[in-house]
């Protein structure tokens, strides 16, 4: 398992078609942050990719709370 920045993430992020990405504590992730990523559409390709990446099952989900219909949660090491 790798850390990566999340600038990387947002920035890989918004390549894939995101709205919004963000950053926030984790208590289920390795590195004890993640990358909130949300989608308008389905986010598979995207969390596909970062499982491969961090070598770590990534989270993604429906949900109607939030700035898209789809979260993604990537480990990330966040820039302070």
């Known amino acids: 398992m790798i850390a990566v920045p999340y600038e990387l ?22 590195t004890g942050y993640v990358a909130e990523v949300w989608f308008l559409g389905r986010p598979w390709e995207f969390a596909q990719k970062w499982a491969r990446v961090v070598g770590y099952p990534i989270r993604s989900r429906a949900t109607e709370d939030g700035p898209g219909n789809y979260m993604v949660s990537v480990p990330v090491a966040p820039g302070f």
Do not use: I, K, Q
Not at 9 to 30: H, I, K, N, P, Q
């Open 9 to 30: 993430v947002e920035l890989t992020a918004m390549e894939y078609g995101a709205v919004e990405c963000f950053w926030r504590e984790s208590d289920r992730a390795f």
